[in-house]
């Protein structure tokens, strides 16, 4: 076998940067910004992180347009005016993207980046008919997509290693952020190389096709088709289930039914050119019965979906979740109906669906909004009438909490204000401590009490002593680091002392030969399971726990105490003090 030599790799980067030279400026620049964020962990790290996210947008946009170009025959005027089109867009989303730190704000960055992504697949075919070549294309795409993968992986696990003989072999300090950034730099720049270096320089080249890959054959027809029709049966099984029980579906056929449509869409498009192959009457058959099952399937999920929503109204998730619902259920009718359709649709569908979801008015933020006002205005109806009276701990005090905080996360302060006949400040949902005061605030006016999810009985919740209160250490004469985990022997003025803790977490032993200190956490976790309005503040009396021996006597300063809410001790840290009688 003849590798390439090191002027033929170098020759065929070149020809990838004159190829693609805004995208791989692009993946330099998030390269570039995410490992400068890495140098600060304060407010400059998250503006970093929204250029480097920014700045990836680019790459599968630009790749995009200039594959379609290259397919199409677009001008350069035309290229140039797309190109800057897609960074216009970009720029806007960055200029009204707060940051990944908010689950829905990362939400909507994903929902942008999968369509640019869909858009690579389907963007230099979107017109005319779809020919062979089509799915061709998005197999070079997937082959390139791997092979970068792994290649990548490879590389920075060997770099790793090297930098690693470097810092213990020969002395040579590497810092921990070392690592990070030249994972951010291969993960970035070298992976988007890579991909594109494994793109045909003519992906017009194959319109009639070629031959059928016979790996992926087997993979799909022995492997990927059984699996899917075991969900099938399943699906069935619990579909009969269902109508004999008269019980609604689960919450958690979500993820069978993603399972099944997942790898049973997957195995259509993969085994889509044999479909019309002699001897390959199989294909037709598994298309047909796929999306035959796949139309109970989908209503399942919807069912489960509306009787989540019903109550609890819309949020991002579960508005992605409906939309991919009725997404799959109108494509499985199609394709049933329609049997011949090209799978053009399915990405080109996506990605709109995608599109219309991050942003505007049917972006699934302000439809969750929406549905959050509607909910709040009834459950605030009912409190007007003496629903709630007296029932702090009520499921309907929780509601109204829960769609208060979710609607001051986001800043809504119309639907805020038009509920509760006041006025907000900008920002009330920022930052957690300040959406809940905001919260607490709100429901006051109503008379209505609000407890943070956090301090909830039954959640996890950790206390920490501040880092700039002292331990007194006068009057002992050891110090030893302890955690709850921590099982061993420490040895002090020539005794052997055994530490360990309970089950519960609860009790701290130490035992020596003639001495035996028990330090009792169970006040601690009584005190953190019956706080519903917050945590006290830390204070000496509370967390520094004495114990006496015969020919010891000790203290246990607690530092952090972390209470899995099931009336024990999850875990904890601090400081033990030792001293002779």
């Not at 790749?63 to 897609?86: C, D, F, H, K, N």
């Not at 031959?211 to 579909?239: C, D, E, N, S």
């Not at 619902?325 to 053009?344: F, K, Q």
Request: with cysteine; hydrophobic share 50%.
């Amino acid at each position: 076998m003849r590798f390439p030599s090191v002027s033929a790799l170098a020759a065929r980067a070149w020809t990838v940067a004159q190829r693609f030279p805004l995208t791989l400026a692009a993946a330099a620049v998030a390269a570039l910004a995410a490992c400068l964020g890495t140098a600060d962990h304060g407010n400059d790290a998250e503006q970093w992180a929204r250029v480097a996210m920014a700045a990836m947008l680019v790459v599968p946009l630009s790749v995009a347009i200039t594959l379609a170009r290259e397919r199409r025959g677009w001008s350069r005027l035309a290229v140039a005016l797309g190109q800057l089109g897609g960074i216009a867009v970009v720029a806007l989303f960055y200029a009204g993207w707060p940051g990944p730190r908010e689950q829905w704000e990362m939400l909507r960055y994903l929902q942008l980046s999968a369509a640019c992504h869909l858009l690579v697949a389907v963007l230099p075919f979107i017109r005319g008919p779809e020919p062979a070549a089509f799915w061709d294309y998005n197999r070079q795409l997937f082959l390139a997509f791997l092979r970068s993968a792994v290649f990548s992986a490879v590389l920075f696990a060997g770099l790793a290693v090297a930098l690693g003989a470097l810092d213990k072999l020969f002395g040579v300090r590497v810092k921990p952020e070392v690592y990070a950034r030249l994972w951010l730099v291969i993960a970035l720049l070298g992976n988007t190389w890579i991909f594109l270096a494994g793109l045909a320089d003519d992906i017009t080249v194959r319109e009639d096709g070629h031959a059928y890959p016979r790996a992926l054959k087997i993979f799909t027809q022995y492997i990927l088709t059984p699996l899917v029709g075991v969900y099938l049966v399943m699906l069935t099984a619990y579909l009969a289930k269902i109508v004999i029980t008269r019980e609604w579906p689960s919450g958690w056929i979500g993820w069978l039914v993603g399972s099944v449509s997942v790898s049973g869409i997957l195995g259509f498009l993969l085994v889509h050119p044999l479909r019309r192959q002699e001897g390959e009457g199989w294909i037709g058959i598994y298309s047909r019965w796929l999306f035959i099952g796949l139309i109970p399937a989908a209503v399942m999920l919807l069912l489960a979906l509306g009787k989540r929503i019903g109550p609890y109204g819309l949020t991002e998730l579960r508005v992605l979740a409906l939309a991919l619902g009725i997404w799959l259920l109108t494509v499985a009718v199609v394709y049933t109906v329609r049997p011949g359709s090209g799978i053009r649709l399915i990405p080109l569908s996506l990605a709109a669906l995608f599109g219309v979801l991050m942003a505007g008015p049917f972006s699934a933020t302000r439809l969750a909004v929406r549905s959050q006002a509607r909910r709040l205005d009834r459950l605030l109806a009912v409190a007007g009438s003496g629903g709630l009276a007296d029932q702090s701990g009520s499921e309907a005090r929780r509601e109204v909490g829960e769609a208060t905080r979710y609607l001051v996360e986001r800043n809504a302060h119309g639907p805020l204000e038009r509920a509760f006949g006041t006025r907000l400040p900008a920002d009330t949902g920022n930052v957690q401590g300040r959406a809940d005061s905001t919260t607490a605030r709100l429901l006051a006016t109503k008379s209505i009490a609000y407890t943070p999810e956090r301090y909830r009985p039954g959640r996890y919740r950790s206390v920490q002593r501040p880092r700039t209160m002292p331990v007194p250490t006068t009057g002992y004469d050891w110090l030893v680091e302890m955690e709850s985990g921590d099982t061993g022997t420490v040895v002090v003025a020539g005794d052997s002392l055994h530490y360990a803790s309970d089950s519960a977490r609860t009790t701290f032993t130490l035992t020596g030969r003639t001495d035996t200190l028990r330090f009792d956490l169970a006040a601690i976790a009584r005190l953190m399971s019956d706080s519903l309005a917050g945590m006290p503040v830390w204070n000496d009396s509370t967390y520094t726990i004495p114990a006496t021996g015969a020919r010891f006597r000790g203290t246990l300063a607690l530092r952090t105490v972390h209470h899995d809410g099931t009336g024990r001790l999850s875990g904890w840290s601090g400081q033990l003090l030792l001293a002779l009688r």
